[in-house]
């Protein structure tokens, strides 16, 4: 089964996600596909925050789950 041939409706990025490739796209510079702390992301999010009006962004930069709560 190919997944984009039986559901094409999943394959569309909704307002949130295009901001984000677009924002991943303007900023080749930023090496956004590789780690870096959530500081330096907050810019990054907040753009995406304000330019969608989706509060997603927002959420993840006020959630942070740190690694040492999961590895000791």
Known sequence: MVFKKNFPEQMKMNL????FRTLYQ???ERFLDHPHSME????????AALKT???F???LLNN???EDLFFS
């Open 16 to 19: 949130l996600e295009n901001n």
């Open 26 to 28: 303007q900023n080749p």
């Open 40 to 47: 330096y992301y907050n810019d990054i999010l907040q753009q």
């Open 53 to 55: 009006g989706s509060s």
């Open 57 to 59: 962004p927002e959420k």
């Open 64 to 66: 942070i789950l740190d």
